[in-house]
């Protein structure tokens, strides 16, 4: 079923999209990103590879990566390691340098059915520069959170559309497509770290006058587990807000 | 120009005009009724919007969808993953 001989619709158009994988103690969910990966690309058809950035997890993620290699085929899994946690911003840096795509899918949730589809199929349609994933739209949603949590993200929401204007309703939401010139090109002009990271590269998007098309998706965070959100998130989300208003 | 230097602008703007009709700046002699329009206007406004931000909030988390049907998928998903992940050999 995961296999991606099992394509019943080949779509060799050229395009190749990379998807960039940076991890740091997740030998439990590594497996299961890419098992879910590997089977909706096969299914879709489309040419793809996942880059797999670890920062030298003490956990033995990297030795995770090394079976799914085995399993998968070089061509479809490649491990770029880096010795320590050096910050997603140079992850995403350093994957890129190996990505043989044109496209680039950056991720940090569970995957759900028809999601690669759908991005793929807005990105097709305006020819968007990037594609992102918007938990506030559409169909689009959460799953697990309490009032509170509801509220406050919300309320930082609706702050930052006022204060910024991003033209994208889902700013900290981090599932994307970008062409790959598109994300080099944001990558190096983005210096928050953590939280803030996704906001910029959106602030920025709009700044450069790049194109964005948005889908609706479904967050799941089971896999990745996003951390709770604590009195020191929202701060360092105030402060990120701020510095790019005052900046950009 | 930044978004602070864009509000910073637009906010100078409007309480200029504020400033002309109520104090009436300018001698142009408006009509009483204007300056008293004017002068507890910037109050309205804040407080409009206020309301604005809270009905559009409020509105915004009542309506925010509850995806239990992707997470039930991905529960099993996730089942079928480990079951197949281990007939390929994967040690956990």
């Not at chain 1, 098992?35 to 096969?42: A, D, H, P």
């Not at chain 1, 194109?211 to 587990?225: A, H, K, L, M, N």
Request: net charge positive.
């Amino acid at each position: 079923m995961a296999s991606r001989k099992t394509s019943h619709q080949k779509r060799d158009n050229g395009d190749k999209y990379s998807v960039l994988l940076p991890t740091y103690n997740e030998r439990e969910n590594l497996p299961l990103i890419v098992w879910l990966l590997v089977k909706y690309f096969g299914e879709s058809g489309y040419n793809y590879e996942i880059i797999v950035i670890d920062d030298g997890s003490p956990d033995g993620t990297l030795e995770v990566g090394e079976q799914l290699q085995k399993i998968y085929g070089e061509d479809k899994i490649l491990l770029r390691p880096r010795a320590k946690k050096l910050g997603l911003g140079t992850a995403y840096i350093h994957g890129m340098k190996h990505a043989t795509g044109n496209y680039i899918f950056i991720m940090d949730a569970d995957l759900s059915h028809h999601t690669i589809f759908l991005f793929v199929r807005k990105q097709k349609e305006g020819n968007y520069d990037l594609v992102s994933g918007t938990r506030y739209q559409g169909n689009g949603g959460v799953y697990g959170w309490d009032l509170r949590r509801k509220l406050i993200s919300r309320g930082a929401n609706f702050l930052t559309q006022v204060l910024l204007r991003p033209g994208a309703s889902d700013l900290t939401g981090s599932f994307r497509l970008y062409k790959k010139k598109v994300l080099e090109s944001l990558i190096e002009r983005c210096v928050s770290k953590g939280y803030v990271f996704q906001m910029e590269m959106i602030v920025r998007a709009r700044q450069l006058n790049y194109t964005i098309g948005e889908v609706p998706i479904s967050f799941v965070d089971r896999v990745y587990g996003e951390s709770k959100l604590g009195g020191n998130e929202i701060v360092s989300f105030v402060k990120g807000l701020l510095t790019l208003f005052a900046t950009t | 120009m930044t978004k602070l230097l864009e509000w910073l602008f637009g906010g100078s703007v409007v309480a200029a005009v504020w400033a002309l009709v109520t104090f009436d700046l300018l001698d142009l002699s408006l009509p009483q009724t204007y300056r008293e329009v004017a002068w507890p206007m910037p109050l309205y406004l804040l407080v409009s919007f206020g309301c604005y931000s809270l009905a559009t909030v409020g509105y915004r988390v009542a309506t925010f969808n509850d995806c239990d049907e992707a997470a039930k998928e991905l529960q099993e998903q996730i089942k079928e993953a480990k079951e197949d992940l281990r007939k390929k050999g994967l040690k956990m």
